[in-house]
């Protein structure tokens, strides 16, 4: 099965995309887009799918998926739950790092971040409630948000790659 584009719409508001879906809203979609894509799943059974790699979730799951890596997640008993996605592209990553080399720990999270990154649900559940803040903040201060958010995944020297190397660039060549 090949995986479909998907276009993630950017506003003028605002540099990245900050979304919360209800799960039953949540159809499989076997997908990717050139964007990093920051999931936070909470209390959900599913199964998580990301390249080559198909994993049950976690109670509390937390996913940096890299540009063009396909994924999709299978979610059932969600208790009407929602999981917080937040998209960002290369230029923006790109971006904070050549402006404040202090950030450069973001291009090695970047970089890794291209087989997928799964943290452990105990990281996971320190970061969440900081992810489910972002939509309570104003837009001038969701950003200095997020920026901490990935620096903490930056500094987090537990996170497993999800698939394998042959899904490093993206999407693997037929």
């Not at 799951?61 to 009407?80: C, E, M, R, Y």
């Not at 999270?109 to 943290?119: C, I, M, P, T």
Request: hydrophobic fraction near 45%.
């Amino acid at each position: 099965m090949h995986p479909q584009f998907e276009h993630v719409g950017f506003s003028s508001e605002a540099s990245w995309v900050l979304q919360s879906r209800q799960i039953q809203d949540c159809a499989f979609e076997w997908h990717y887009h050139p964007e990093y894509e920051l999931t936070l799943t909470l209390d959900v059974r599913g199964q998580r799918f990301v390249g080559d790699s198909v994993a049950d979730l976690s109670r509390c799951d937390l996913v940096l998926v890299g540009p063009n890596l396909p994924h999709a997640w299978s979610l059932h008993d969600h208790h009407d739950q929602a999981l917080t996605v937040a998209w960002f592209s290369q230029a923006w990553l790109d971006r904070l790092v050549q402006g404040f080399p202090e950030l450069l720990p973001l291009e090695r999270l970047g970089k890794a971040a291209a087989q997928g990154l799964a943290f452990p649900q105990e990281f996971a559940s320190m970061l969440s409630s900081a992810i489910l803040a972002l939509h309570d903040l104003p837009m001038t201060r969701r950003l200095p948000a997020l920026i901490d958010i990935l620096i903490r995944l930056a500094e987090d020297t537990t996170p497993v790659l999800i698939a394998s190397s042959q899904f490093g660039g993206g999407l693997m060549v037929d």
